[in-house]
Structure formats: structure tokens, C-alpha cells
């Protein structure tokens, strides 16, 4: 299994980016996928998690309102909608995919991982 993150950037405060993860074949059909973001100096966080139907979504409080988290399986792709966004925002992002859909905000439940993407959020 295969993660590829991308579409991270500098931008101002109040901006918005959109991250990409895509899969390979037949991953995201089968498994849940999260983001997660890691900021200098900091713990690697949850950010938010989609259930490998998209029926459920979760967020972590800092986030809700502003991210989305979304998905296409026929594209492999999933993806994270990034708006209005926060100095505190900045910090490299990270796509990940798990089985089930339990425990998906348990950053060690995951099984794969992408290799990040820097999101820079200037003020």
C-alpha cells in the first residue's frame, strides 16, 4: 500500500488549501483514511478521519468548521479542504489508511502512511 500526499503550500491567513492523498490501487475501497499533521517540535496530531464508505467523518476540535475531509474511491484519492486557515495550522500533513472503523483517531491504529506534505500558514 502506497500513500502519496500532496497539494501543501504557503499561504496567508484566512486561506485556504486543498491536500490530496492518493492511494493505490484498491486501497482507499477498503480502508479508512485519516489526515494527521505534525508542527516543529510538536507530537504528530489527528486531524480529521473518513470511514472507507465516506459515511462518517471526524474532526479534532481546532479544525471543525474549517476542514473538510472527502473522498472518491473510484479516483483512490481522498482528500482535505482546508479553509480559513491559522498560523497554528502550519506543520507538515500527513495522510495515513487503517482497517475498519474503529479507533480512527488513534494515530497508532493506522497501518499506512504517506510521506507528508508542509502546509505554511503566514500571518
Known amino acids: 500500500v502506497q500513500l502519496q500526499a500532496s497539494g501543501g503550500g504557503l499561504v496567508q491567513t484566512g486561506g485556504s488549501l486543498s491536500l490530496s492523498c492518493a492511494a493505490s490501487?484498491?486501497?482507499?475501497?477498503?480502508?479508512?483514511m485519516g489526515w494527521f499533521r505534525q508542527a516543529p517540535g510538536k507530537e504528530r496530531e489527528f486531524v480529521a478521519a473518513i470511514t472507507w464508505s465516506g459515511g462518517s467523518t471526524f474532526y479534532t476540535d481546532s479544525v471543525k468548521g474549517r476542514f473538510t475531509i472527502s473522498r472518491d474511491n473510484a479516483k483512490n484519492t481522498v482528500y482535505l479542504q482546508m479553509n480559513s486557515l491559522k498560523p497554528e495550522d502550519t506543520a507538515v500533513y500527513y495522510c495515513?489508511?487503517?482497517?475498519?472503523?474503529?479507533?480512527?483517531?488513534?494515530?497508532?491504529?493506522?497501518?499506512?502512511w504517506g510521506q507528508g506534505t508542509q502546509v505554511t500558514v503566514s500571518s
Open positions: 490501487a484498491r486501497t482507499t475501497g477498503s480502508y479508512a
Open positions: 495515513a489508511a487503517k482497517y475498519g472503523t474503529t479507533q480512527l483517531m488513534n494515530i497508532k491504529s493506522y497501518d499506512y
